[in-house]
């Protein structure tokens, strides 16, 4: 009478249980690679601010403009009672200071804006030294200055705002009507209007000198991660150049602009109509005008850094990581030789570390370098261990040619900025397709390794 042995699970149905949920248990680690990219990042992004801080801020130009003190007399009523107590109206002549703001009736703007690197500790940060020129005119400077008013001609000044005036190195040129102006820290505007940090200096000239006032500024002032304009001039031209090669414009977009391997140019041709403040505005009555509602600005962008780069790498981690380790399953079952669970383990903590090597390297070199380097490091060792695991060189050679594949996919991703997520979805389901090809005979390959447990069952029961 024959026995009936009841046969275990099927093992290829265990170990692919097994890698599955090892797969998603290798998160673990990579959140805590993620928190360390995180925790870099960020301490570089302090480091990157407190350079801009000590060297320059984002500067913003703004000006000039002619500042007219003067005092106005005017008539109030008021009333009174008599001794009969009647009232009685009395028009009674006071006076008041106030402050007219012209501005330029023409503004061309040229800036050259030439970067730097610096250093502290192993990041560096992008600044630049910016060499100005600005030109223009104002035009009938008094004449919207209300009736009955006395002028107070040597007190009339011009101004121009700069917002870090900390990093303003030196003034070559500030020409006003043909004569060199005599500055001093601050405009005294307030900061109703964008304009309270600057220069300023008295203009001495006389009452018919008003009419037409041309100027010629050229400044040197230092900062980072960009510059604004205000068009603050009837007619605006403005014009930048620099050798940055990832610029990012706001507000107004340029009328024309080149960008290559040499840098960028930009033009911008700018009407007063663009904004909503006229040409002139009175300090002492309470006008809060936005200067900065209308503004050319240009950022200097760093690019995606390394750390960026990483970050976006580990976000593929779980599906390249899954995929190296269907593949090592796939060689167990197509060889008949049983990889054990530390075997897999193993091979899938190495796929973590290319991470955190990666991040380890790019601090201190080239992140081209620093990838292929990390890639080698996991590759070979892995696809080593897989013909020594497996006892069959062609199963390494095929780790070797598959982990390739996916880290040439990962870092075509990573420098595919604008079309990363469609290429990394069409190479991903491109290799699931073809796993899809390779698997697709497995049930046979299960069917036979249960066929020889029962042949082995049934002499064990004859036995």
Request: charged share 20%.
């Amino acid at each position: 009478m024959k026995k009936k042995v009841k046969t275990a699970g099927n093992p290829l149905l265990k170990k692919a249980l097994f890698l599955f949920f090892f797969s998603l248990l290798l998160q673990i680690p990579l959140m805590f690679v993620n928190g360390v990219v995180h925790e870099r990042n960020y301490l570089y992004d302090s480091t990157i601010k407190n350079i801009g801080r000590e060297w320059g801020e984002t500067q913003t130009i703004a000006g000039p403009v002619i500042v007219v003190p003067y005092t106005e007399e005017y008539y109030e009523r008021e009333y009174t009672v008599d001794k009969q107590g009647k009232q009685i109206e009395v028009i009674k002549s006071k006076k008041r200071k106030n402050s007219l703001v012209v501005l330029p009736e023409k503004l061309d703007v040229n800036v050259d804006l030439k970067e730097e690197v610096r250093k502290r500790g192993i990041y560096k940060s992008m600044v630049y030294t910016g060499e100005l020129n600005m030109k223009g005119n104002f035009s009938k400077v008094l004449s919207n200055i209300p009736e009955n008013s006395v002028i107070e001609y040597n007190e009339i000044s011009v101004s121009l705002g700069i917002t870090d005036i900390k990093a303003l190195l030196k003034i070559d040129k500030f020409n006003f009507n043909g004569k060199e102006i005599e500055l001093e820290s601050g405009t005294g505007l307030g900061k109703p209007f964008q304009i309270s940090k600057g220069i300023s200096g008295k203009l001495g000239t006389k009452n018919e000198e008003l009419e037409e006032i041309p100027f010629n500024i050229e400044l040197v002032f230092r900062g980072s991660e960009g510059i604004t304009l205000l068009p603050m001039g009837k007619d605006n031209s403005f014009f930048i150049k620099s050798a940055w090669e990832n610029p990012s414009f706001y507000g107004m977009l340029p009328r024309e602009r080149v960008i290559n391997e040499n840098g960028f140019t930009a033009n911008w041709n700018i009407s007063h109509l663009t904004r909503n403040y006229k040409q002139y505005f009175f300090i002492g009555d309470g006008n809060k005008i936005d200067l900065s509602e209308a503004q050319a600005g240009v950022a200097l962008y760093n690019g995606i850094t390394h750390y960026r780069q990483v970050i976006r790498a580990a976000k593929y981690g779980v599906l390249f990581i899954m995929m190296s380790l269907l593949a090592v399953y796939l060689f167990e079952i197509s060889g008949k030789k049983e990889t054990h669970y530390v075997q897999y383990g193993i091979v899938g903590f190495s796929l973590v570390m290319f991470y955190l090597l990666l991040l380890s390297l790019a601090e201190h070199i080239s992140f081209i370098t620093a990838y292929g380097i990390s890639a080698t490091a996991v590759i070979v060792p892995v696809s080593l261990y897989i013909a020594s695991v497996t006892k069959n060189i062609k199963y390494g050679l095929g780790m070797f040619a598959l982990l390739i594949g996916i880290y040439s996919i990962l870092f075509s991703i990573l420098k595919m900025e604008d079309y990363a997520l469609l290429t990394g979805t069409l190479l991903i389901m491109g290799v699931l397709y073809l796993l899809m090809y390779v698997t697709k005979n497995m049930e046979i390959v299960n069917k036979k390794v249960t066929d020889t447990e029962e042949n082995g069952n049934e002499e064990q029961v004859k036995k």
